[in-house]
Structure formats: C-alpha cells, structure tokens
C-alpha cells in the first residue's frame, strides 16, 4: 500500500557504449515514427499513497500523545482538513487534536468541556466538521450535534431524534449551521439545521427521507448513494439533495467486493474507492462526464467504525485514514495524474 522510492543502478562497461548508443538511436527513431502506438502500449501507473504521519498503537487500540506536560491516550477518529491545519477527534477520552503543516508538528490538545454534560467522559465523538470559528461534533450515544469552540469547550447542544433503534455515526456539511445526516439503524436521510438556539425539549428543525444506502457523501447541494443489491451487485447514484426521492442518475454499476464513497466537494465531483475483480481502484465522477478509474498499487484498509475516512482538498487530490498496518494507523494523501 505504501511503496518505498527505489533506485537501479546499471555498470556499463567502456566496450559497450557503441552498442547502446546505436540501440538508443534505434529506439529513438521508432518512437518518433509512430508515438500513438507507443503511448496505447504504456500502462499507467498505479497510484501510491504518499504518508504524511502515522501513529503505531502500541497496545492495539491507542498511542500516547505527550502535550503541555500530560499524556492522552489517542486514536484518530474523524478529521477535518483546513489549509495546512488537520484537526482530529479522539477515538476514546474526548479532546480534539491539532497537527499543523506539510510534515505535520503537534500543535494542540484540547480537551472537551461542557459543564452541562456530566457523563462527558463516557461519550462518544464519531465525527467533525470544522466551519469558521466553531468545530460542530456529532456524539453518537446522545443523537446530539455540539458546538464547539478550537479550545474544547461545547456552548450548545442540538437533539437529532429521540426514536428508538437510530444510528447515527457520520454527518455532512448542508449550508451555514445545516447538515446532513444518515440513521442506517432506520434506513433515514435527516437534515438538521442547527442555526437557531437549541430547544432542549426539541429535535432541531429538518425533513426526513427514507435512503437505503451502504456508503454516502455529501456536501451542500449534492448526495451521492453507493448500495448494495446482492452479495457484490453495487449500484452508484447521483441524488439532488433538494429532493432526494426524486429519481436518481445512475452513476455506476459494479461487481465488487467493497464500495467506499469517500467524499463530495462544492461542485458535485466525488471519489469513491473499490475493490473488484481488476484489483483496487478509484473512482472520480464528474458530473456531465464519464466515470474515471485509476488503479491503486495495493488495497487500503480503512478504520473500523471511524468517521470521516478521507476528504477531498485539491480537485485531484485526497487526505485519507488508513490502516498502514494492523499496528498503525497512518493519515495519507493521493494525487490523481
């Protein structure tokens, strides 16, 4: 999955050289006379995560950060990428930590706060969106989105559903203090509007729509679905998130034995990752245009139960949360040709 830069180095011996260059010429002059034939023969490279910082988990589960003089057990859950910032919620004790630039330098643990929760330490922080001053994080045991400042503290508290049998786990941005949400315990698509005060005895305002859909992304305006009928039968959609039960644009089919969608950006490109019978693959869908396939140099293995596992930050370009080993959890990039 990660592949080493290699180097081969040939020793050519003085009598040679006539040859060589003579062969080189040769070549030379069939690739000028017919480069269309060349190019057809030339595969492209499969593409390579290139890893910005991993963490190996030295008891399985967590590894131990040291910041301002104390320890915290941590494990990425969810992240967030804004410029050269990555924040990330922690797996177990709840605190958001910063990293910050190319080769990324820990800049901040911060502990989450609320006065008003006094089981915090127990919760569950499945996923972030980071959007102007505040980080919004959805805690999945309560069915609630938070409000947060950078420093951890929590202002404001949003009820989702009180429905028996709702599962929660992952959320996208819809607009200023909206989002999107998936309950795969009821088969529902939620949007949630988080704009006004919270009303304690309330769920916060939005419509419901029922969704059956394996894997998801959203942003704003678009929803892509990727669901599973049958055992490797996976069907791929295009949704107008205005009204998701009108009838879906049909991206793709596939036999495959895995479909992750990974993200949506603001014009409605998404990427999605599988592995079929050709191997592992991205898939980018631009809206208007055929699907593209790129080959990956070896299958990614993603966090169980994490949150958000990639995110798109160049139009050709992803952050992704992967298992670098079953001992190490690594966040990596790709870069699309």
Known sequence: MFTPASSAFVRVSRGSLPLLLGLAVGLTMLVSLDPVWARSRRAPRPLILRLRQ????TDGQTTVLSYGGKEFRFAPQSFWAEGSRVRFVNRFEPCLVEYE???PILTQVAPVAHDEDRKLAARFFSDLIEAGPWIWLLEQSTATIRRARADGTIDATWLLTEAEGAI???FWP???GKFWLYDRGRGLLL?????NAPDPDRDAP???????????????GHLVVADREGDVDWIITRRPAADPTAEPLVLA??????VRLLDVDETGTAFAYVRDRRGPALLRFVAGQAPERFALAGPWRFPADAGRIAQIIAPRQLLV????RPDEIALAEVTLP
């Not at 991993?54 to 988990?57: E, G, N, T």
């Not at 949360?321 to 670098?324: K, Q, S, T």
Request: hydrophobic content about 35%; charged content about 25%.
């Open 54 to 57: 991993s963490w190996p988990l």
């Open 101 to 103: 630039g190319g080769q």
């Open 168 to 170: 929660i786990t992952r």
């Open 174 to 176: 819809a607009g200023p």
């Open 191 to 195: 949007l949630r509007s988080c704009e």
């Open 206 to 220: 939005g419509p419901e729509f029922p969704l059956s859909a394996d894997s998801l992304a959203a942003r704003h």
């Open 253 to 258: 089919t596939l036999e495959a034995e895995e």
């Open 321 to 324: 949360l992967v298992m670098r």
